[in-house]
């Protein structure tokens, strides 16, 4: 499986951005995809993730802000966040896992500043 991330950027606070990741190679078993974050010195964490089933689940920092969504058809996952703030700054990463492993994208930055 091979994930291409995109979207990040520089916004201001409360500003939107939509984060895109195309998933390839042996999709059909994927059983989870997910956004982490890292933001510097701290570790990666969880933002939102959606499994094969559509049960979605997100970090309570960003519940209410954050949508994650996937396009089977697309195979693509996205996420939009919407009201961001400063602590969001962060490198952004996708995630796909089944039974033969987990795959991780290359990062998008992220950065929420006036």
């Known amino acids: 499986v091979q994930l291409q991330a995109s979207g990040g950027g520089l916004v201001q606070p409360g500003g939107s951005l939509r984060l895109s990741c195309a998933a390839s190679g042996f999709i059909r078993r994927i059983d989870f995809l997910g956004w982490y974050r890292q933001a510097p010195e701290k570790q990666r964490e969880l933002v939102a993730g959606?499994?094969?089933?559509?049960?979605?689940n997100y970090a309570d920092s960003v519940k209410g802000r954050f949508t994650v969504s996937r396009d089977n058809a697309k195979n693509t996952l996205y996420l939009q966040m919407n009201s961001l703030e400063p602590e969001d700054t962060a490198v952004y990463y996708c995630?796909?896992?089944?039974?033969?492993?987990?795959?991780w994208g290359q990062g998008t930055q992220v950065t929420v500043s006036s």
């Open positions: 995630k796909a896992q089944n039974a033969w492993g987990v795959y």
């Open positions: 959606v499994t094969k089933g559509g049960r979605k």
